[in-house]
């Protein structure tokens, strides 16, 4: 199977996961930790159609994964959507509110990739 259809493949389930599991994972907040809150404190959850746009378009831009957290209106941008690869690490994409992608960080470090 070529990456691209296995790219198509892991985004297309991501989506679905998104679609079935949106509401566990905006309330998640922007952690992972189960507490509900980002790292700067409490944070607004995306839901609903936003979460999947966001959603999808963040798993694009990080190369796969799953969503792990999410927080509306942040300091760096509409939307914040962290992406935890297969490999572990973790991905902050930053959207406006239209959904263009403003920033990608390594969550934690601050570092663009």
Do not use: C, W
């Not at 509900?36 to 404190?41: F, L, M, Q, R, W």
């Not at 609903?48 to 942040?74: F, K, N, P």
């Amino acid at each position: 199977m070529n990456s691209r259809l296995k790219k198509v493949i892991v985004v297309g389930a991501a989506v679905g996961a998104l679609a079935v599991g949106g509401t566990a994972i905006a309330g998640g907040g922007g952690s992972d930790d189960g507490t509900g809150t980002g790292d700067d404190g409490p944070g607004t959850p995306v839901r609903g159609a936003a979460l999947e746009r966001a959603g999808r378009i963040a798993l694009d831009r990080a190369g796969g994964g799953r969503v792990t957290g999410t927080e509306l209106q942040d300091e760096e941008g509409y939307y914040e959507i962290e992406v935890t690869r297969e490999d572990g690490s973790q991905v902050d994409v930053h959207l406006d509110s239209r959904f263009h992608v403003l920033n990608t960080s390594a969550d934690g470090n601050g570092e663009g990739d």
